[in-house]
């Protein structure tokens, strides 16, 4: 499983059926991949839902997304798992079936909102147009595997 983190200031999905948006937060791109277990999904969901990225009051990055009663936007992005070491074309082999993706995606923005976190989605599957204001900007990508970060 595969996570672009960026901390935003605001961030929008639109979609033909909807449009959701988030103010201070984390807007999140996140990848499921072939190897992806449900042990990955709750290691994230703890990581990015405990993640010090927002600054305190002395400037440091300091402070969870609890703290600062920050919320995320999820957008579901098999493109993370684009292989483009061979040709011009990216090859996505490694990116877990779309009913399985879909079923995980959805389970891991449960556990996310478990933690007490408000988190706002796109669609899985569908064209969307993401707009944010990255702040900072702070961009992490996390990446785990059996159920640890790497």
């Known amino acids: 499983m595969r996570v672009v983190v960026q901390r ?3 961030a929008s999905v639109t979609t033909d059926q909807r449009c959701e948006s988030i103010e201070q937060g984390f807007m999140l791109l996140v990848g499921i991949g072939e190897e992806t277990t449900e042990a990955d999904l709750k290691v994230m969901a703890k990581k ?7 600054e305190d009051a002395e400037g440091k990055m300091n402070l969870a997304i609890k703290d600062i009663e920050g919320s995320i936007l999820s ?10 070491r061979k040709g011009n074309r990216p090859s996505f082999t490694t990116a877990k079936e ?16 478990e933690e007490g976190i408000t988190v706002k989605t796109g669609v899985f599957g569908a ?3 993401v707009e944010l204001v990255n702040d900072g900007p702070v961009t992490l990508v996390y990446d785990s595997r059996e159920g640890k970060i790497q």
């Open 8 to 10: 935003v200031s605001r």
């Open 75 to 84: 957008i579901s992005q098999f493109t993370l798992y684009g292989d483009v």
């Open 127 to 129: 064209d969307m147009a």
């Open 48 to 54: 990015i839902s405990a993640a010090r990225l927002f």
């Open 98 to 113: 779309p009913k399985q993706a879909a079923a995980m995606y959805e389970q891991f923005n449960t556990l996310l909102r």
